[in-house]
């Protein structure tokens, strides 16, 4: 079955530092990739998506690539800020909506002034 | 308001009872997910609606669990003769439906299910 791994972390960064979070995917097909982020006390919400093969997603200044060789899709930001402190999910979507989405098991990230 | 609307937000209750979770998705989405968040299984898919329809109920953890969709809006998430292992948060999204390669999913905050 379909399958998502993402460091666990946590992973602690000083401000302005650069953020990678890798994302591998097992998955039949050609699925849709995600990043979902869960802020301090908040719900899941959608931070950039990639349907295809060799697009880039990217919203708030982080940006991921659909890395189709690879079956992966790490997430990227140059300079981190505080705020940027969250759990960050990848997920992926293969079964037309018929399956839900596949989560990996979400990242910590906290950044330090 | 303009995002899917989870009640109750928490909900405490003893093993055995039965608990009623509801999702009120964003108006003009046809798709409706419901999901469990839990410390030990992460983010779980649990079933899908298109419409009224639910296509598979695979993904229930028990026979005790069951879902349904009335008008193509509201659902319920019902779970029968609670127990210890419900205890969880679960997670209600929308989405526009159609092909859901290309939609993505907008996600509720929430209910907080505790069970003692």
């Known amino acids: 079955g379909d399958s998502v791994t993402q460091m666990e972390g946590p992973v602690t960064l000083s401000e302005e530092a650069f953020l990678t979070i890798n994302c591998t995917y097992t998955a039949t097909g050609y699925p849709s990739l995600f990043w979902y982020v869960q802020y301090p006390g908040e719900g899941l919400q959608l931070l950039l998506k990639a349907t295809k093969a060799d697009d880039k997603g990217s919203n708030k200044g982080f940006e991921a690539t659909y890395r189709k060789e690879t079956t992966s899709f790490h997430l990227e930001k140059g300079s981190v800020q505080v705020s940027d402190s969250a759990v960050y999910f990848c997920?992926?979507?293969?079964?037309?909506?018929?399956?839900?989405?596949?989560f990996g098991k979400g990242t910590h990230l906290i950044i330090q002034p | 308001g303009a995002g899917v609307s989870q009640s109750p937000s928490n909900k405490v209750t003893e093993k055995g009872k039965d608990v009623e979770l509801r999702c009120d998705p964003i108006?003009?989405?046809?798709?409706l997910y419901w999901y469990r968040q839990s410390l030990g299984q992460g983010l779980e898919f649990l079933i899908y609606?298109?419409?009224?329809?639910?296509?598979?109920k695979s993904g229930l953890p028990s026979d005790r669990f069951s879902a349904e969709r009335t008008g193509g809006s509201v659902s319920t998430l019902t779970i029968q003769r609670t127990q210890q292992e419900d205890s969880a948060v679960y997670l209600c999204?929308?989405?526009?439906?159609?092909?859901?390669?290309?939609?993505?999913?907008?996600f509720g905050d929430g209910t907080r299910l505790s069970i003692l």
């Open positions: 609606f298109q419409g009224n329809s639910a296509p598979d």
């Open positions: 108006s003009g989405h046809t798709a």
């Open positions: 999204a929308s989405s526009l439906g159609g092909q859901g390669y290309y939609q993505p999913q907008h």
């Open positions: 997920a992926l979507s293969s079964g037309g909506g018929a399956d839900g989405l596949t």
